[in-house]
Nanobody, 124 residues
C-alpha cells in the first residue's frame, strides 16, 4: 500500500513563493499530481508529473507553478511563484498507481492514493 507524505505550505503575501514536497513510500511507479481544494469548493487539478517525466498544468497556474519529480525516488515537488489570494486552498498530493494509464489524468477520480493535505494561504 503506497502512502504519500506532504511537506511545505504555509502563509505568504500575494506575489510571494512557496514550495510543496511529496514523498511516496511503498512499491510502484505512479503518475503523481497535485490537486487543491478551497473551502466549499471541489477538488481541482493543479499539476501532474508522469512516470515518464511529462508535466501537465492547469490553466490557472501555468507559467507560475512548476512541478518537478524524481521517478526513481517517487517524489514530486511543486514550486509556486507569483502566488495570488485565489491560490489559497488545501493542497493534496496524489498518486495514480494503475499501470496501464499512459498519460496522467486531470480529475481526482483518476488517482487512487492521496496525502493528508497541506494548507496554503495567500494574503492580499
Amino acid at each position: 500500500q503506497m502512502q504519500l507524505v506532504e511537506s511545505g505550505g504555509g502563509w505568504v503575501q500575494a506575489g510571494g513563493s512557496l514550495r510543496l514536497s511529496c514523498a511516496a513510500s511503498g512499491r510502484g511507479n505512479p503518475h503523481m499530481a497535485w490537486f487543491r481544494q478551497a473551502p466549499g469548493k471541489e477538488r481541482n487539478f493543479v499539476a501532474a508529473f508522469s512516470r515518464t517525466g511529462r508535466t501537465t498544468y492547469a490553466d490557472a497556474v501555468s507559467g507560475r507553478f512548476t512541478i518537478t519529480g524524481d521517478n526513481a525516488k517517487n517524489t514530486v515537488d511543486l514550486q509556486m511563484n507569483s502566488l495570488k489570494p485565489e491560490d489559497t486552498a488545501t493542497y493534496y498530493c496524489a498518486a495514480d498507481t494503475v499501470p496501464f494509464r499512459i498519460v496522467p489524468g486531470t480529475t481526482s477520480r483518476e488517482y487512487d492514493t492521496w496525502g493528508q493535505g497541506t494548507q496554503v494561504t495567500v494574503s492580499s
